[in-house]
């Protein structure tokens, strides 16, 4: 159900609902744990990197979780049933049967969640912040490839502008390909191991 809710409704959940709970949190987190690089420095107001991360897993994680579910119900019964008749415990037919049977399957639902979640614009762009800035310090507002593309996008006028926010497309088009390609790789490696082993 979570990953049918479009983008922007959890946007607006994350802007009214998660930025005021989260900001007492990043307070706490800057005053206690502030020795920290990542978690030295003023916290302005909830719009942060922090954020946009913890909408990004609530978007992701529904995905990740559903097509591993999957996965792990591919398992045949008789790969579980044959490990725990000669007397493994639960935890060894998990370790030794059903993740290795089906890894390909979970790597490959990591990477999908990856890909949705480098490809989001809506939900980061109304809880990011939108400024423009490289920092280390995670409760600092910023920006993404996507979320400046949608921000900037109705205003670009000149060409230089528009080129540069198509350039900024092409990035994206490149990195989100360059994980899909990894991830065909590492499932293709996985499967051919498998059936070597076989």
Do not use: H
């Not at 998660?18 to 719009?47: H, Q, R």
């Amino acid at each position: 159900m979570l990953a049918a809710i479009p983008s922007v409704i959890i946007g607006l959940w994350g802007l009214f609902v998660l930025v005021p709970a989260i900001k007492p949190v990043e307070v706490w987190l800057s005053a206690n744990v502030g020795f920290i690089p990542i978690f030295n420095g003023t916290v302005l107001g909830g719009l942060s990197f922090f954020t946009a991360g913890i909408i990004l897993s609530f978007m992701v994680i529904p995905i990740i979780t559903a097509v591993s579910r999957d996965a792990i119900k591919a398992v045949p019964d008789t790969q579980r049933e044959a490990l725990l008749a000669v007397g493994a415990t639960r935890w060894e037919t998990i370790s030794r049967v059903v993740i290795p049977y089906c890894r390909s399957g979970l790597v490959g639902a990591v990477m999908l969640g990856l890909g949705r979640a480098l490809g989001e614009t809506m939900a980061v762009t109304m809880v990011i912040g939108n400024a423009d800035k490289l920092t280390a310090f995670l409760f600092s507002p910023g920006t993404t490839i996507a979320s400046k593309i949608a921000s900037n996008f109705s205003e670009a006028s000149s060409g230089v502008f528009t080129g540069s926010l198509v350039e900024l497309a092409l990035i994206l088009f490149g990195v989100t390909l360059l994980v899909n390609v990894i991830a065909r790789v590492l499932v293709w490696r996985m499967t051919s191991v498998k059936a070597a082993r076989e």
